[in-house]
Nanobody, 121 residues
């Protein structure tokens, strides 16, 4: 059974940091590109970042470049999102996703349940 479990969300102040984790099981994690998405209240889900199967290629939404960093540890079947210089507009539910390919293609094959991030001003 495929599972993607996000953790590390919570409440932080503007300018602060959080680190999200996504623990994967039920599929060969090291073969798949992974991504982070987020959805704020009243808005559509949006792409945040992606990372290729070995971690050599990363991509970011313009709104998070220079502040958020995606990484992965294939030995631990886990992807991370280091979030620095947080802003109130980063408030959202954050989801991790697995692609069906080793490079992110824009489509997710599996989704996690999400973790809430709230940034106070």
């Amino acid at each position: 059974q495929v599972q993607l479990v996000e953790s590390g969300g919570g409440l932080a102040q503007a300018g602060g940091s959080l680190r999200l984790s996504c623990a994967a099981s039920g599929f060969t994690f090291s073969n798949y590109a992974m991504g982070w998405f987020r959805q704020a209240p009243g808005k559509e889900r949006e792409f945040v970042a992606s990372i290729s199967w070995r971690g050599y290629v990363t991509n970011y939404a313009d709104s998070v470049k220079g502040r958020l960093t995606v990484s992965r540890d294939n030995a631990k079947n886990t992807m991370y999102l280091q979030m620095n210089s947080l802003k109130p507009e980063d408030t959202a539910t954050y989801y991790c996703a697995a692609s069906g390919r080793n490079m992110w293609s824009g489509a997710a094959k599996y989704w996690g349940q999400g973790t809430q991030v709230t940034i106070s001003s």
